[in-house]
């Protein structure tokens, strides 16, 4: 059952990883991206990561993905324009992609030996109350410093928006 | 019910090779394809791939760590999402383009 | 395979329930709009159009499904209906009634209790601005996709104040699953005053409930925060190329979010399926009472004078209906034999009068406040809305932090 | 008993509290007040400020201010109120024969350092607070009168109150780092207020040299503090004074001659005396409080503070005195030659300073910490006089434009001329005792000091007296119309005159007596009659000069031309500096630093550095395409490396 869930969630999300790589207009990628991570939020629920899983729903699907798709639509951006020589990017890109996926299944299948089957509702510490616990108080000071990173980040993109660049 | 070809329960090796793949699409992403702002969501789904990775990591091990590095991750790809859509408004306003190989004013 | 049958079973319910409750939400609007206008409103199919829900559901089915050429098809088409699963998908978790026991089986009166239940529907609220956006952007029409920016932009700026409404009566309960945060507010101070969330000590939410009350108004994109669908700026803002049963999509997801908002101020701060003061002083009383004041109304409109054609048969019909249920209820009230009837009608009946309350709120509002301008509209959120929300929950924190031990 | 029972943080807490509530709520009011006055236009307040519309000192005067009430009475009352919590301990206290201690908290606590906020009282700070918050109380009240048309009325006593916090915390502290936090934060207070005209160049110029020339001696004070903590492992003078007789005599000596340097920069002495006649920029009340009754002593009380350590290292004890005895006979001659009459009391300052250190160079530790009671009376009234004169002239300060003053402004002639004969040591009044003790002490220790200090005496009083002849008699010769200033001014002046007269029998040395160790007994009446006449001689001196016939010193100025000009131009000290320490300075880090140093070496480093990058960024360049699509290949190929390391190094296991 867990593994039936996990197979279809894990096919939905790599059919909409391999859609959003393919596809040359920008707004299916982004539909295809939000679709990965809707389907990597139930494989969070199934490794027990309720608070993520629906974090990641709230700030990736529901915030950033939405940014995203406002921009695009803002922007009107169209699909990618045909270029005289398409396949130039392919010429170095391919063989560094085809090393980097070969060493790092390589490196994977050397670590990984026995892991633990994922037993749906056995992690049972991905709760509000467990993460809020931790995040302040061992992870105060991160906490602290990555909410300072968000207001730069305010200023920042405020600055950026003017109108007089 | 027969048995099925499959264990009953994923081992936790299926999301890190599942992650794999993801990462291994947003890299193909991202060296391929010429819209900034889908090069930008193949960065988006490499962290996606990371984050997964840390959460089966997490369950592996047994403790909340994993969790934590996960939201801070979204934390800051939220940050990051609000700053570089404002660099890209900011090159379509000037450039009017968002094909990464026209935007090339570092060139010398 | 109990539980998949008893989900199948509670799912088949609700969703009859809500799909009724959605047509004839449509219907009460449209009265009450009329009447708030000095109309009759729908009054032709059926006695006091009441039949009109259905009409109009069979008109929106056989319509011609006309998709102009210029639209992007395949978002064009997925739009309405992310939209309307999303919007149904909210109600899913939303419990309206305690756990109760029905022929020796244990369930509980909603479809699910996730212990992250406020996360979930906050998740796809936030996830449901997309039908709005793909479908104003799909449309390939400039009034469509201004409507989609706007409807982005707003739900975006108003999610923040309301998932900071909405996170002050969280630190009061503690939890974030639903019928946790009902189980908080059970019970009376002083024997009459309810311990619902806004009158709750040590810090009364009454602020997080009007902020989230406006906020709520602007998230199912309801006047006075209708800009993505102006209608005298957008034609009809994202929805202007959309007929027959994808433009009823929209028109379902829009009141099934209505529901799903009220439900969780119901929920979250008016205390859920719990009565308004304790059982001790009569509350028990009130449905039979409620029900028989509108039965013998009926009644004796429908006897003495009749309006319409049919109103002399119509209303004395309704009416003993109504004195039916208010008997039902008053039997509740006064036998012990029907205790288990009283477990399941009572909390729905306190659920569904608040969530209808609201709900009329809702319309009210419509029928009475103008729409804002885009940059008031965003003004309000930002400078506005956003302060008071973290004061309040600052405020909350403290007293919570100080008084709770 | 329970431990903390006085409550002595109270004592410094209150002017903070002052400091505080002036800093805020006083500005506030004042910009409301501002607001106010411009809504309003400019009716009132006219006829008021008509009879009082004179530049005091210098700039900032604004007809248009009116003292905020609120800020006179928080600053009076917070000092007047730590004054009264100072004398009820006192009293609850009885005989101070051991330091009365409280303990707060740990303030640094890092290894073998711990230092605690404790705040001690015992017979020497007894007086010091005394004096420090009874002087401030009345220079306070002075100073509602005399700043009252000034801008920043509030900020003036902001600042005024928050010396008052730091100087009680100097004199409270139980260890050297507590005194030096109340040091350095007199010293910021000081530059604040010297500089607080400070649209004035001079200004600005004058708090910037006391407070550079501070660092010098604040320098040597850290010094001397490390090296108290490396052989005592200790900074509380409870730990550190009682074993100071065990340790090496160099060591002592030392740290000596380094609290020296610290006391030598605080206390306006040779070498580093410069900044105090500067620091006269400041407004007169600040001159009275900080530049003569209770900052500059500072050093003294520190020196004195440390007795012991002086009485282990004569050397340093010696040094005392010799920079005591030098700095009282050169600003004694230069303020000969001055002719604006704050210069004259501030050279006056740092003369008596002089006879302070030389007071406990000689081992007279009592006389030196009477001197400055004393000198804290009369040098205060001599301040707050010359401001009631600056007051009632409207500004001008120089001696040569007055004259016959004693019948337009009499209360302040009266009280300036008591404050003159106790300077000058007149018998009988405060100055004459403190004063005889230490050149009796200085006999005993050696008679050329004796005879050195005994003439200094004499043109102490001759000086001082020349000024004050200068002032109020003979005839006006300035334009103003002179007029007699407000009680609230006048009233400081006559409790201060009267503190002047009786200030020798309130018995202070024998409250000290028992502090400080003994002293050989055996004076000589010889030495203390001839002391008393030289100091009338002078006097007599300066009324023939001055009063009799005034072309005399004219002649002799003349007749000694070239000495004349060296003490006009005392003696050339800040133009030595110039030429010794500024300029070389300036020269040297020009030559050395920026030619040699910096532009040959560290250029050079930077420019082969640079030029290295340059060609291997040529080599680079060709990397750099401006092509995004080209950056993002590095990068993955950067991970394939990566991974491949990893994988090389076995895996993350």
Request: glycine fraction near 10%.
């Amino acid at each position: 059952m867990d593994s039936l869930f996990f197979l279809a969630f894990a096919a939905i999300a790599v059919a909409c990883g391999i859609n959003l790589v393919i596809q040359t207009h920008p707004i299916t990628s982004a539909l295809s991206l939000i679709g990965v991570m809707g389907s990597l939020a139930v494989l969070y629920l199934l490794l027990g990561a309720e608070f993520i899983a629906m974090v990641q729903l709230v700030v990736y699907a529901g915030a950033i993905m939405v940014l995203f798709v406002f921009v695009i639509m803002l922007l009107n951006a169209g699909a990618e324009k045909r270029v005289a020589r398409p396949w130039k990017p392919y010429l170095v890109g391919a063989p560094l992609l085809v090393i980097f996926v070969g060493v790092a299944s390589c490196i994977l299948h050397d670590m990984l030996g026995d892991s633990d089957p994922v037993i749906f509702g056995s992690f049972t510490q991905g709760g509000a109350r467990e993460i809020g616990r931790s995040l302040f108080t061992e992870y105060l000071l991160p906490f602290e410093v990555t909410s300072v990173l968000i207001l730069i980040a305010i200023l920042g993109a405020m600055v950026l928006a003017r109108k007089e660049f | 019910m027969p048995p099925l070809p499959i264990p009953e329960h994923p081992p936790v090796a299926w999301y890190l090779i599942l992650s794999a793949i993801l990462f291994g699409l947003g890299v193909a992403g991202f060296l391929f394809r010429r819209n900034i702002i889908t090069v930008f969501m193949s960065i988006e789904l490499m962290l996606n791939a990371v984050n997964l990775s840390f959460i089966a990591f997490s369950y592996q091990l047994k403790q909340v760590s994993g969790h934590i590095f996960t939201f801070f991750v979204m934390v800051v790809a939220a940050a990051e999402a609000a700053v570089g859509l404002a660099i890209i408004l900011t090159i379509y306003k000037n450039k009017s383009t968002l094909e990464v190989d026209e935007i090339n004013s570092l060139n010398n | 395979m109990d539980f998949i049958v008893l989900s199948l079973i509670k799912a088949g319910l609700i969703a009859f329930v809500l799909l009724t409750t959605l047509a004839y939400l449509q219907w009460v609007e449209r009265k009450v709009l009329a009447h708030i206008q000095l109309r009759p409103g729908p009054r032709r199919v059926g006695p006091h159009g009441l039949l009109q829900p259905l009409a109009d559901v069979i008109k929106l089915l056989t319509k011609e499904g006309y998709v102009p050429s210029h639209v992007n098809k395949p978002f064009y088409f997925l739009a309405p209906f992310l939209g309307v699963v999303l919007a149904l998908l909210a109600i899913s978790v939303i419990p309206f009634g305690p756990e109760i026991e029905i022929a020796g089986v244990k369930t509980q009166m909603g479809m699910t209790d996730l212990s992250v239940g406020l996360l979930f529907i906050l998740g796809l609220t936030s996830v449901g601005v997309y039908g709005v956006a793909l479908g104003g952007w799909a449309s390939n029409n400039k009034y469509a996709l201004l409507g989609g920016l706007r409807s982005s932009a707003q739900m975006i700026s108003y999610e923040l104040p309301m998932a900071l409404a909405l996170a002050s009566p969280l630190l009061l309960a503690n939890t974030l699953s639903f019928r946790e945060i009902v189980g908080t507010q059970e019970g009376f101070y002083f024997g009459f005053l309810p311990r619902w969330a806004i009158f709750q000590m040590p810090f009364p939410q009454v602020v997080a409930f009007i902020l989230y009350v406006i906020t709520a108004f602007a998230e199912t994109n309801r006047v006075p925060f209708d800009l993505p669908e102006a209608e005298n700026e957008l034609v009809a803002g994202f929805h202007t190329e959309y007929s027959s049963l994808k433009f009823a999509a929209f028109f379902m997801a829009e009141y099934a979010n209505m529901i799903t908002v009220t439900s969780i101020a119901t929920l979250l701060f008016l205390g859920g399926w719990h009565p308004p003061f304790p059982r001790e002083l009569g509350s028990d009383f009130i449905p039979p009472l409620l029900f028989a004041a509108g039965g013998a109304v009926m009644l004796f409109h429908g006897v003495t004078q009749p309006r319409g054609k049919w109103d002399n048969i119509t209303l004395p019909v309704f009416g003993l209906i109504f004195l039916g249920i208010a008997a039902l209820f008053a039997g509740c009230a006064v036998l012990p034999m029907l205790e288990p009837v009283r477990q399941i009608l009572l909390p729905v009946f306190w659920f569904a009068g608040k969530t209808g309350i609201l709900l009329f709120l809702f319309i009210w509002v419509r029928g009475t406040l103008p729409r804002f301008r885009y940059d008031q509209l965003m003004r309000f959120a930002w400078t506005f809305l956003f302060p008071v929300a973290v004061v309040n929950l600052l405020a909350t924190s403290f007293f919570v932090a100080v008084f709770s031990n | 008993m329970n431990e903390n029972a006085h409550q002595l943080w109270l004592i410094p807490a209150l002017p903070l509290a002052g400091a505080l509530i002036n800093g805020v709520v006083g500005q506030m009011r004042d910009r409301a007040a501002h607001a106010a006055a411009h809504g309003h236009g400019h009716g009132h307040g006219h006829s008021h400020s008509h009879s009082h519309s004179q530049g005091h000192d210098h700039g900032g005067h604004d007809s248009h201010a009116k003292p905020d009430p609120l800020v006179s009475m928080v600053s009076i009352g917070s000092v007047l109120l730590a004054f009264l919590w100072v004398s009820k301990t006192l009293i609850a206290l009885g005989d101070l024969n051991t330091a009365y201690v409280e303990r707060y908290f740990t303030w640094i606590a890092s290894g073998s350092l711990n230092v605690g906020f404790d705040l001690a009282i015992d017979r020497l700070s007894a007086v010091m607070l005394l004096v420090v918050t009874g002087i401030g109380t009345l220079i306070h009240i002075y100073a509602t009168g005399y700043m009252s048309h000034e801008k920043g009325y509030y900020r003036f006593f902001c600042y005024l109150n928050l010396f008052m916090f730091f100087m009680l915390i100097l004199v409270l502290g139980a260890n050297y780092l507590l005194l030096f936090i109340g040091w350095e934060g007199v010293g910021l207070c000081s530059y604040l207020l010297i500089g607080f005209y400070f649209l004035k160049k001079s200004a600005g110029d004058a708090g910037k040299k006391a407070f550079i020339v501070n660092r010098v001696g604040d320098f040597g004070f850290a010094l001397a503090m490390l090296l108290i903590f490396i052989h005592f492992g200790s900074l509380d003078f409870g730990a550190v004074l009682p074993k100071a007789s065990g340790v090496d005599t160099g060591i002592l000596t030392a740290i000596g001659l380094l609290l020296l340097v610290g006391a030598c920069g605080k206390s306006a002495q040779v070498p580093l005396y410069v900044w105090l006649p500067d620091a006269m920029e400041g407004p007169t009340p600040v001159s009275a409080l900080i530049h003569a009754a209770t900052m500059v002593t500072a050093g003294v009380y520190m020196v004195a503070r440390s007795f012991p350590i002086y009485e282990g290292a004569p050397m340093a004890r010696e040094a005392v005195a010799l920079i005591g005895l030098a700095t009282a006979v050169m600003a004694a001659t230069i303020g000969l030659a001055q002719n604006d009459i704050k210069k004259v009391f501030a050279y006056s300052t740092v003369s008596q300073l002089g006879f302070m250190f030389l007071g406990l160079g000689v081992g007279a530790y009592g006389a030196g910490i009477y001197h400055v009671v004393t000198h804290a009376f009369f040098k205060a009234l001599l301040f707050l006089g010359a401001g009631s004169v600056i007051h009632a002239l409207g500004g001008e300060q120089d001696i040569r434009n007055m004259g016959g003053l004693r019948t337009k402004i009499p209360w302040t002639f009266a009280t300036l001329f008591i404050a003159a004969f106790a300077i000058a040591g007149f018998p009988g009044l405060s100055g004459y005792y403190s004063k005889h003790e230490i050149l009796l002490a200085a006999h005993h220790h050696a008679h050329w000091m004796y005879w050195v200090g005994t003439i200094t005496a004499g043109i102490t009083s001759f000086y001082v007296f020349r000024c004050i002849f200068l002032t109020f008699f003979g005839e006006y010769r300035g334009k103003a119309h002179p007029h007699e200033s407000p009680a609230v001014m006048l009233i400081p002046l006559i409790l201060l005159a009267g503190l002047s007269i009786a200030g020798g029998f309130l018995g202070i040395p024998h409250w000290l007596e028992p502090f400080f160790p003994k002293m050989a007994e055996g004076h000589d009446a010889m030495a203390g009659n001839i002391t008393t006449l030289v100091g009338l001689g002078g006097i007599v001196l300066a009324y023939l000069f001055y009063v009799v016939s005034p072309g005399i010193p004219e002649g002799i100025a003349n007749s000694l031309r070239g000495l004349y000009n060296l003490i006009d131009n005392k003696y050339y000290v800040d133009e030595a500096y110039d030429s010794a320490i500024v300029h070389p300075l300036e020269h040297g880090s020009r030559i050395v630093l920026w030619r040699g140093v910096d532009a040959g070496f560290i250029d050079g480093i930077v420019n082969g550095m640079g030029g290295v990058s340059r060609s291997i960024g040529g080599a680079l360049r060709t990397l750099q395409s401006g092509n995004i699509r080209s950056y993002a290949n590095w990068v993955v190929l950067g991970a394939v490396i990566f991974l491949v390391m990893l994988g090389a190094a076995g895996g993350a296991r």
